[in-house]
Nanobody, 125 residues
Framework: QVQLVESGGGKVQSGGSLRLSCLAS????????IGWFRQTPGKEREAVSC?????????????YYSESVKGRFTISRDNAKNEVYLEMSGLKPEDSAIYYC?????????????WGQGTQVTVSS
């Protein structure tokens, strides 16, 4: 049974940092794309970042960042812990949202198969 559990959200001042964690179970990270998405009330869900081990080389990683977070957020994974992290720095009030971790055996998209429950990030100015 696939499960994703996010943690690490909270309140921080503008310019601050947070690290989100996504604990995965029921599958192997090497075989799945893991993405971070965010959503605020009244807005569509936005893809923030994604990571996937290359199915071709099985050594290099594909990483995606939205333009709005590129240079400020870093995605990484720890296979030993089956966790994926999103390091967020230089946070801005517009980064405030519920952040979701999602997984799919295919490449990242807005229609990922498995989703966590979300963790709230609030950035005050």
């Amino acid at each position: 049974q696939v499960q994703l559990v996010e943690s690490g959200g909270g309140k921080v001042q503008s310019g601050g940092s947070l690290r989100l964690s996504c604990l995965a179970s029921g599958f192997t990270l090497d075989d799945f794309s893991i993405g971070w998405f965010r959503q605020t009330p009244g807005k569509e869900r936005e893809a923030v970042s994604c990571i996937r081990l290359s199915p071709y080389t099985r050594t290099s990683e594909f990483k995606y960042y939205s333009e709005s977070v590129k240079g400020r957020f870093t995605i990484s994974r720890d296979n030993a812990k089956n966790e994926v992290y999103l390091e967020m720095s230089g946070l801005k009030p517009e980064d405030s949202a519920i952040y979701y971790c999602a997984a799919d055996s295919d490449f990242c998209s807005l229609t990922m198969t498995y989703w966590g429950q979300g963790t709230q990030v609030t950035v005050s100015s």
